[in-house]
C-alpha cells in the first residue's frame, strides 16, 4: 500500500460491534505476527487482530508493506493465541503465543485439509479426564510444531485419515493417559516426535489405524506400554523406540503385515517387564535391525499365534529373564508361535536362558548367537517340534549349551558351533531329534569343541563349506555321540549322535633357518611358522625360550652365536577349536672359521726369508684324505650351495676322489691332472664351499678313472700340458697350476707339488 494522499482514507471498519480490517499476505503466512481471539464476520475461520508485534498494521510494522500515513487497527489473521476450534477448511493457523484451557479440550479441528504449526509454543490443559490437547475427526489434518501437555490425551486422532504429527513434544501426565493415540485413523503419518505418557501409554497405534508410518520417533511410558501398535496393521515403522520404565517397551498385539526397521524396544526395571514383544497373532511381519532390551523381563517375546514373521540382524539381551522367550501365552488357546524365521540373531540372559521354545514348531534359527552367563544357552520344550537350528554358536560356559525335554521331537541341528562349557553340549531326553543333515550328499554335522580341540579324535577328508574346516568320518571318537563325546553329549536313543562332525585338520609347523651350518660371526634367523591363527607357538634355543605369539603367524630370533651346537624347538598348545601342532626341532652349528693357508714354495714369507717347503717322505700308505687349507692366493669360484649339498655329502665325494687317484697310481697312471683338481676339491671343503668342493672331487675322480698309463706321456719335464679345472681361476691360480710340472724322483718316489701341497706318488716299475 503506498498511500500518498495521507490520512484522509480507512482502512477497517466497524462491524457487530468491532473492527474488521483487509486481509494481508504476510499477516495470514505468519511474517507478521497478528493474534485475534474471535471470529470474524468475513468469516473462512478468520479472526480479527487484536494484539501482536504487528498491531496495528501500519507503515512501522507492516514489514514496508505500508507507506505513508496509514493505519488497520483490525487486520483479519489466521494466527490464534487462545484455545478455540478450527472451523475453516483448507485453512493454516499459527499459534503466536502459548495457549492455556482448564478443564477442557484446547483445539478442536472441525474442518478438512487443517494445519496447525505452533510454532514451538506450547499448549497445555489442567490434567482432566477426557480432555485433549488436540483432537482432530477431520481428513488431512497437519499439526506440527508443538509443545503439548496435561492432557488426558495430547493428540487424539480419531478417524482421521491422512493425517500427520511433526516435530512435536507430547505428553500426558494423567493416571492410564496417552500422548497420541490414533483409532480408526488410516495413512497417517508421525514423524520426529517424543511422546510420552508416565502413567499411561507413549503412542498407541489403535484398531483400524492401519497403514500408519512412524519415522524418528519415541513413545515413552513409565508403568504401561512405550509404543503400542494394537489391532491394526500395514505400518511401515523406522529408526524409532518405544521404551519403558515398568511395562513393554515396544509391543505389536494383534498386528500384522508390518516393516520394522531399526525399532528398539527397551524395558528398564520391573519383573517380566518385556522390551520388545509381539502378542497374540501377530503375524507376517517383517522387522530388521531391532533391538530388544530387558532388566528383569525378556529382551523379545513371541506369544500365541505369533507366526511367519522374520527377524533379521536383531538383538535380545535380558539381564535375568531368558534373551527370547517364545511360545502360547498362559490361559490361551489357538496357534503356537510357529514359522518363525530368525537370521543372524543375538540372544543372551546373564542369569536365565538364551531362548527358550516352547510349543513352537517349524521355526528356523540361523548364523545365530545364543548365549547365557549362568543358564542354558537354548531350550525347546513343550512339544516343539520340526525346528531347525542352522550355522549358530550356542554358549553356555558353565551350564547345558542345548537342552531338549522328552516332549520336543525332529528338530534339526547342523553346522553349529558348541563352545566350551563344563556342561553338556546337549542334553536331549526326547532322542528323536538329529544332529546332522544331509546336503548335495553329504553328510553335514556340528562343531564340537573337545573335537577340535582334538580331545576327541576324529579325522576326515571332504571339505566342508567352512574355511579349513572338513567333515568326520573315522577315528575313535566317531560318531560323536552318548558313548565317544567323552560325557559331553546326552541322547535318550542309542542311534543319537553327529554323523558327520565338523573337524580341523592339527595346525602344522614349519622350522626354518638362513642356514643351519655357519661360521663363526655370521647373524643367523631361525623362523617358526604355524599354519593357524588361533594357534599359540613357542620358540626355544636350548630349552629357553625365545619368542612366542598367542595369534600364530611367525616367530624368529636373529642372532650372532658363538661356536657349538643349538637345539631349536618350536612347539605350541591346544585353543579354542585347535589341537597342538606337532613340535619341531633342529640344530644350528657354529664353526669355527678356517685357519689361513700356508704359504707357497718360493713365496715370501713376510720376513724376509724364502719359504721351502721341507723334503718330502715317501709314505708307506697314501695319505688319509683330510681337509687341507687351501692354496695360498688361490681363490676358486664359490657356488650358492643347497640343502641337499651338505657337509657330508661334499666329505664323501672328497674321499671317493682320493680313493681314485690311490687307485690311478697303483695302475701306473698319468694323474698329474687329477691330482690338481683333487687339491682345489680339499681347499673348498676347508673353506665350507661344500657345492663347489663336491663339483671339483667329482671331476678329479672323472680324471682319475680317465688317465693314461705313465709311459704314454713325455718325459719329466717336457710332460704334456696339466688339463685345468673346468671353473675359472685368477691369474694367481693359473701360477699354482704350472707349478704341478715340478717332478722330482727320490728314493723310488715320484713327488708332485702342486698348491702348496704334497702328494706323494709311487713311482711305476719299468
Known amino acids: 500500500m503506498n498511500e500518498i494522499n495521507g490520512s484522509s482514507n480507512y482502512y477497517n471498519t466497524t462491524l457487530s460491534g468491532h473492527g474488521e480490517g483487509n486481509i494481508y499476505s504476510n499477516v495470514i503466512n505468519g511474517t507478521v505476527p497478528v493474534g485475534g481471539a474471535n471470529l470474524a464476520v468475513y468469516g473462512s475461520g478468520l479472526r480479527y487482530g487484536t494484539n501482536g508485534r504487528g498491531m496495528p498494521y501500519n507503515n512501522s510494522t507492516s514489514a514496508s508493506k505500508f507507506l505513508g500515513n496509514v493505519v488497520d487497527y483490525a487486520p483479519l489473521t489466521n494466527q490464534i493465541q487462545v484455545c478455540d476450534n478450527i472451523t475453516a477448511a483448507n485453512s493454516p493457523y499459527t499459534l503466536i503465543a502459548n495457549a492455556t484451557i482448564n478443564g477442557a479440550t484446547c483445539f478442536n479441528i472441525n474442518a478438512a485439509n487443517a494445519t496447525l504449526d505452533c510454532n514451538g509454543y506450547s499448549i497445555n490443559g489442567s490434567n482432566i479426564t477426557s480432555t485433549y490437547g488436540i483432537y482432530s475427526n477431520q481428513f488431512n489434518t497437519t499439526i506440527r510444531n508443538c509443545n503439548i501437555s496435561t492432557f488426558y490425551i495430547g493428540v487424539y486422532l480419531d478417524g482421521a485419515n491422512n493425517s500427520s504429527i511433526d516435530n512435536s513434544n507430547i505428553s500426558s501426565t494423567f493416571t492410564s493417559g496417552l500422548g497420541i493415540y490414533t483409532l480408526g485413523a488410516k495413512y497417517n503419518r508421525i514423524t520426529n516426535t517424543f511422546s510420552s505418557a508416565p502413567a499411561g501409554k507413549g503412542i498407541q497405534i489403535s484398531t483400524g489405524s492401519d497403514y ?35 511395562s513393554y517397551g515396544f509391543r505389536l498385539e494383534g498386528s500384522s503385515n508390518n516393516t520394522v526397521t531399526g525399532v528398539n ?28 532390551t530387558s532388566v528383569d523381563g525378556n529382551g523379545l517375546r513371541l506369544t500365541t499365534g505369533s507366526i511367519q514373521n522374520t527377524f533379521t540382524n536383531c538383538v535380545a539381551t535380558s539381564s535375568s529373564q531368558p534373551g527370547i522367550l517364545m511360545g502360547r501365552q498362559l490361559g490361551t488357546s489357538g496357534n503356537d508361535t510357529n514359522y518363525n524365521l530368525f537370521t543372524n540373531l543375538t540372544a543372551s540372559s546373564g542369569s536365565s536362558n538364551g531362548v527358550i521354545l516352547q510349543s513352537g514348531s517349524n521355526n528356523t534359527f540361523t548364523n545365530s548367537t545364543i548365549t547365557s552367563t549362568t543358564g542354558v544357552a537354548f531350550v525347546i520344550s513343550l512339544s516343539s517340534t520340526n525346528n531347525t537350528i542352522i550355522n549358530s554358536t550356542l554358549s553356555a560356559p558353565i551350564n547345558t549349551s542345548l537342552l531338549v525335554d522328552a516332549t520336543s521331537g525332529n528338530n534339526l541341528f547342523y553346522w553349529n558351533n558348541f563352545t566350551n562349557t563344563s556342561g553338556l553340549y546337549v542334553n536331549d531326553t526326547n532322542g528323536s531329534n538329529f544332529y546332522n543333515t544331509t546336503l548335495a550328499g553329504q553328510p553335514a554335522g556340528n562343531i564340537w569343541f573337545n573335537v577340535m580341540n582334538g580331545s576327541v579324535s576324529i579325522t576326515g577328508t571332504v571339505l566342508s563349506p567352512f574355511s579349513g574346516l572338513y567333515y568326520g568320518a573315522t577315528g575313535s571318537g566317531y560318531p560323536y555321540n552318548n558313548s565317544t563325546s567323552q560325557s559331553k553329549f546326552s541322547c535318550n536313543a542309542a542311534s543319537c549322535g553327529d554323523y558327520a562332525p565338523l573337524i580341523h585338520p592339527t595346525p602344522n609347523i614349519t622350522l626354518s633357518a638362513t642356514s643351519w651350518s655357519v661360521q663363526v660371526g655370521t647373524s643367523t634367523t631361525v623362523n617358526c611358522t604355524v599354519d593357524n591363527s588361533q594357534t599359540p607357538i613357542y620358540l626355544y634355543r636350548n630349552n629357553a625360550q625365545v619368542n612366542s605369539s598367542v595369534a600364530g603367524g611367525t616367530i624368529s630370533e636373529t642372532q650372532t ?175 699354482a697350476f704350472v707349478g704341478l710340472g715340478a717332478i722330482f724322483a727320490i728314493g723310488g718316489l715320484v713327488a708332485i707339488v702342486a698348491a702348496g701341497i704334497y702328494f706323494f706318488l709311487l713311482k711305476p716299475q719299468k
Open 265 to 292: 524396544g527397551t524395558s528398564s526395571t520391573t519383573s517380566n517387564a518385556i522390551g520388545f514383544y509381539l502378542a497374540l497373532n501377530s503375524s507376517n511381519n517383517t522387522i530388521t535391525n531391532c533391538i530388544g
Open 561 to 735: 652365536l658363538s661356536i657349538g651346537t643349538y637345539n631349536y624347538t618350536c612347539n605350541s598348545t591346544s585353543s579354542q577349536n585347535y589341537s597342538a601342532a606337532a613340535e619341531q626341532s633342529s640344530n644350528l652349528i657354529v664353526t669355527a672359521v678356517p685357519a689361513p693357508p700356508l704359504p707357497q714354495p718360493g713365496a715370501n714369507n713376510g720376513g724376509g726369508s724364502v719359504y721351502s717347503p721341507p723334503a718330502a717322505q715317501p709314505p708307506t700308505e697314501p695319505p688319509a684324505v683330510e681337509p687341507q687349507p687351501p692354496a695360498q692366493n688361490v681363490t676358486l669360484p664359490m657356488e650358492p650351495q643347497s640343502e641337499q649339498q651338505t657337509l657330508e655329502s661334499s666329505t664323501l665325494a672328497v674321499k671317493d676322489a682320493g680313493a681314485a687317484l690311490e687307485q690311478a697310481l697303483k695302475d701306473g697312471k698319468d694323474v698329474s691332472n687329477a691330482a690338481w683338481i683333487y687339491s682345489a676339491a680339499k681347499d673348498a671343503l676347508a673353506n665350507g664351499n661344500y657345492a663347489e668342493a663336491e663339483k671339483l672331487a667329482r671331476e678329479a675322480a672323472q680324471l682319475a678313472s680317465e688317465a693314461k698309463d705313465k709311459g704314454a706321456s713325455s718325459a719329466a719335464g717336457t710332460s704334456e700340458e696339466i688339463k685345468k679345472p673346468s671353473t675359472s681361476i685368477t691369474p694367481a691360480q693359473e701360477g
Open 212 to 246: 500408519a508410518t512412524i519415522i524418528n520417533t519415541t513413545g515413552n511410558s513409565g508403568t504401561n506400554g512405550g509404543m503400542w501398535i494394537y489391532y491394526s496393521s500395514f505400518h511401515n515403522i523406522s529408526n524409532s523406540q518405544g521404551t519403558s520404565t515398568s
